[in-house]
Every structure is written in C-alpha cells, then in structure tokens.
C-alpha cells in the first residue's frame, strides 16, 4: 500500500517536473511518410532528371500558393500541430541550406515505409518509390543529434510524431492488387518494426510520442479505383461506398498498433505514449459529410485528377497535365486519390488536438509566457 502511494507520488512529481508531460513543447520531431513530409522527398531527389508530380502545382495551391513537396494542397497535420503548439512550421532535415532545427526537424518521406528496402524487395514487395524506410530516419537523427550540445534533452523536451508510417508497406501491394490474406503477415512486422523504434526513441531521451494509426484507405480513390474490377472482394459499405475489406484491413493493422504501445507503456512508464486514432477522425468525414463541409456526391472522387472511375488515374496524375484540380478543394477529402485535402487534415488535426481522437488526450497546455514568447519568434 505504502509502496504504491510512494510509487504515485513520485510519478506526479516526475510528470510536473517533465515540461513535455505538462504539455509545453518547445519542439517537434518527426518520423513518416507523404503524410507527414513537409518538404524532404523533392530535395533528396533534387538531381533526379525528372521532378517528381508531388513539386508541381496545383501541390500547395490553396495555401502556399506554391508547391512544397508536401502531398496536399495546403497544410497537413502536422502543420495545424505546430501553429497549435506555438511553433514554427517543422523544417525538412534534408535541405541544401544552413537552417536551424532549434524548434523542430522533420525527417519523414514521401513514400517511405516502415521496414527496410532491402526486406521488403526481398519479400516480393519492393517499394518502387524510394528506398527511405524508417530506419533510414532513424540513422539521420542519429546523424543529427551528434551535432547539437544535448541531444537527448532536445528529445526529451519534443513532442515526437512517429508516423503516420507503415502505410506504404501496404500501398505497394495493394496496387499489385493483393488480398487481405497476402498481406496480413506484413502487418506484425511493421508493428514489431514500429515498436522497436519507438523503444530506441525512448532510450535516446524522447518522453512524449504521438503515434498515429492508418486511415480508412477503403474510402481512397486510389483503392476502390484499383479494385474496381477485380474479382476479390467488392464488398462496398452499404453507408459510405467503402471497400469493407481493406478497411478492415487498417483497422487490423491499428490495433495491433494499440497492442503495441501498450507493451511499450508498461515497459517505460515514465514515457507518454499517445495514440492518434487518424481512421476514426477521418471515418466521420464519408459517415456524414455535409456535418463537415464536404459535398456528398463527390466524397469519393479525388479533387485532383486524370479522370476516370473516382478520378483517380495511375497513368494521369495530379501534378500532370492533364490532370487538373478541381475548383473548391475544400468541399473534397481526397486531393489526389492518394492523400487528403488541407481541409480534411484541418479537421483531423483539431479532432486530435480538441476532439476524442488522441488516447491518452493530447495535453498542449503550457505557461502563458513561454508561449507568447514562442508566437512572437514564429
Ligand atoms: C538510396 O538511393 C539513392 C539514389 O537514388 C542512393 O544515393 C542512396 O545511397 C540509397 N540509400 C540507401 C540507404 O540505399
Ligand atoms: C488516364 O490518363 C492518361 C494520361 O493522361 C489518359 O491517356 C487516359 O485516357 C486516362 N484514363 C482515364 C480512364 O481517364
């Protein structure tokens, strides 16, 4: 009895003492993929003779008014964290010029996954898109944190956003058209794979990690485009249009997630550990979409397109002539069949930040003067 008492008090100490647990960041650090990246794809790959669609407009027109190298038109989540948060847009690490990371690094990549290249080509699913895995982020923070005075106090004080990643694990396979079954072993890797990052993060000093889950990809473009003839389960939700599957395929893979970091937990309970429920947050949006300020008729379809079935078209991307944006983003989900609207991350970000979508709820309070300190430097 005593020793539970002093057991609580000492975690209510250490949690008042922490200034990440009481929810004042003064950074951010991130890991992911295109839902994240909010400019390293297009500078990693800067010599490559072709620019890839994601830096060509419309990318970035509602509002950057230029592309960025993230896959929206406009700010993803981790934009409206930040500006929340009192801090500056998170920098992409890779970069050509001198920048200071002081209040945040981003290290996520469009089309990275969760476990390596080389594992996954040897397994039969090769990401054509990049070679960045996780691990790859994770050796460039590495890289980073021997060149500041106290890395793991910077770890310690950021909020640290794992993912969302493992996503792109998926997508290869899905668009080679395979089934829930040919993908359900992937599924314990990538969160074996996720977990062990997470525990290393937590050995290098981070104490507040909000790892997002997958989003309901059955309601995407860019699988009910590719499953639309297939024989293998065409098997819609009777309310949203939705491929049932594969959204139960993402809500597999989220809960064994949740499993995850609920190992995790136990094993370091001084950590934070932070669920962000994307598919729930996002599922609202085809349940009831005028609630939200998307049109009905188009809840499916991509803003950005070559036309076709959901205008989604692998051969005629966004960012291709002459596939075109729609002229109201805002009242889409989808921008290019792939990646959602600034519209729809606004709403997830807030139903994050404000909503019932972060377990254990996402904490940003912090005191008054160090925040408007923050807010003047943005
Ligand atoms: C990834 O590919 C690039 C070339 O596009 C190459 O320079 C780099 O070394 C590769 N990285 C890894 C980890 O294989
Ligand atoms: C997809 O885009 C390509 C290239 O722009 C075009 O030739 C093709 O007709 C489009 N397919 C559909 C179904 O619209």
């Known amino acids: 009895m005593f020793l539970a008492l002093a057991t609580i008090i000492i975690a209510l100490i250490r949690s008042t003492s922490s200034q990440s647990a009481a ?26 003779s072709h620019t890839p669609s994601y830096a060509l407009p419309p990318y970035g027109r509602t509002f950057f008014h230029r592309p960025t190298g993230r896959c929206s038109d406009g700010r993803l989540v981790i934009d409206f964290i930040a500006q929340r948060l009192g801090l500056p847009l998170v920098q ?25 290249f080389d594992f996954l080509r040897n397994i039969g699913f090769p990401n054509t898109f990049t070679n960045v895995s996780l691990g790859t982020q994770i050796d460039w923070l590495k890289q980073f944190l021997a060149t500041i005075p106290d890395g793991r106090k910077f770890l310690q004080k950021s909020l640290v956003l794992m993912g969302e990643i493992g996503g792109n694990d998926y997508n290869h396979p899905i668009m080679q058209g395979s089934t829930f079954e040919e993908m359900q072993p ?8 996720i977990g062990s990052t997470i525990e290393e993060l937590i050995k290098l000093g981070a104490e507040t990690l ?47 997630l949740q499993e995850e970091l609920s190992r ?51 051969t005629g991307k966004c960012g291709i002539p002459p596939a075109r944006s729609c002229d109201d983003p805002a009242s889409y989900v989808s921008w290019d069949g792939i ?11 807030l139903g994050l930040l404000q909503g019932p979508y972060t377990i254990p709820h996402i904490t940003t309070a912090c005191p008054a003067f160090n925040r408007d300190d923050q807010v003047y430097q943005y």
């Open 339 to 349: 990646h959602l609207t600034e519209a729809a991350y606004r709403l997830i970000a």
């Open 92 to 116: 992409p690490y890779i970069t050509g010029r001198d920048r200071s990371f002081s209040k945040g690094v981003n290290f996520a990549v469009i089309g990275a996954t969760a476990l390596d």
């Open 264 to 314: 995790i937990r136990e094993l370091y309970p001084h950590a934070v550990l932070i669920y962000a429920d994307y598919y729930n947050a996002a599922m609202r949006f085809y349940l009831s979409p005028a609630e939200y300020g998307f049109s009905k008729d188009i809840i499916l379809s991509a803003c950005c397109g070559g036309g076709g079935p959901y205008n989604y078209n692998g």
């Open 186 to 193: 992937l599924v314990q890797l990538v969160i074996h794979y």
């Open 210 to 256: 909000m790892v997002p889950g997958n989003l309901p990809i059955g309601c995407f473009p860019f699988c009910l485009a590719t499953y639309k003839d297939s024989s293998i389960a065409q098997d819609y939700d009777p309310k949203t249009g939705c491929l049932n599957w594969l959204n139960d395929f993402t809500i597999y893979h989220n809960q064994l």
């Open 23 to 48: 929810g004042c960041y003064e950074s951010i650090v991130s890991f992911g993929d295109s839902l994240a990246d909010t400019g390293n794809y297009p500078m990693l790959f800067e010599s490559d």
